[in-house]
């Protein structure tokens, strides 16, 4: 039971290059999450997925895209990398509702010059 | 939309003392958790409450949600280095779809 993996682990981005994080679970979660962790701000949702093919937004949804086409995966995109986007993105996911445990992944940094 | 907010941000401690993080919230919150970030790590579940006027232990650390649950305290007792991290409170609303989390209380334990 490997839990929630996410690749790449890290990733160096020139402004407005695309890239996709992929994000996976083997815990049959229905509920995934996409944060981003920032110095002294702590964990901001971007978006968010209650179910396969569902996805809703965030707190700091605006520059991502999502997508759930496999309950297992969870997928975020960058299509035009910005500085500001320098951050740890972490994904988790919860049993059935945010008020379950979540189980976060290692998390992804992404330093975009 | 909901805020929640932890103080203090950064916690010096020396070893064997005590000291408490603090959670605000700036909503009526249906639960709270507490999660743990070590240097270079994610964040791990600690423990949830749901009741108002809720107080739980694990070993040396107690966590106690508010009456009016819109706060909740972390007391750790005799702290140790592996007490080295940070602390996060996360709440969420009747809906329940998502968390709102803290901005953390950042852990350093002087030996």
């Known amino acids: 039971n490997a839990g929630v993996t996410q690749t790449p682990k890290f990733r160096v981005l020139k402004t407005g290059q695309s890239m996709t994080l992929l994000c996976a679970q083997d815990?049959?979660?229905?509920?995934m999450y996409w944060y981003r962790q920032d110095p002294g701000m702590g964990l901001r949702l971007i978006h968010y997925s209650v179910g396969e093919g569902t996805t809703a937004k965030g707190e700091v949804p605006d520059g991502y895209n999502v997508s759930r086409l496999k309950k297992q995966n969870f997928l975020l995109g960058l299509e035009s990398a910005a500085p500001s986007q320098t951050s740890v993105y972490f994904c988790?996911?919860?049993?059935?509702?945010?008020?379950?445990?979540?189980?976060f992944g290692p998390g992804t940094r992404l330093l975009v010059l | 939309g909901q805020q929640v907010m932890q103080i203090p941000q950064y916690q010096h401690v020396q070893e064997g003392e005590d000291f408490t993080t603090y959670c605000n919230s700036s909503?009526?919150?249906?639960?709270i958790q507490w999660y743990k970030q070590r240097p270079g790590g994610h964040p791990v579940f600690l423990i949830q409450?749901?009741?108002?006027?809720e107080v739980k232990k694990q070993k040396r650390l107690t966590f106690q949600f508010g009456e009016a649950k819109k706060n909740s305290s972390l007391h750790i007792t005799a702290t140790q280095t592996t007490d080295v991290g940070t602390y996060f409170c996360a709440g969420s609303g009747a809906a329940g779809n998502k968390l709102t989390f803290g901005g953390g209380t950042r852990v350093l334990v002087k030996p």
């Open positions: 815990m049959n979660h229905e509920y």
């Open positions: 988790a996911s919860s049993h059935d509702r945010a008020q379950e445990t979540q189980y």
């Open positions: 909503t009526t919150l249906s639960n």
């Open positions: 409450l749901v009741k108002s006027g």
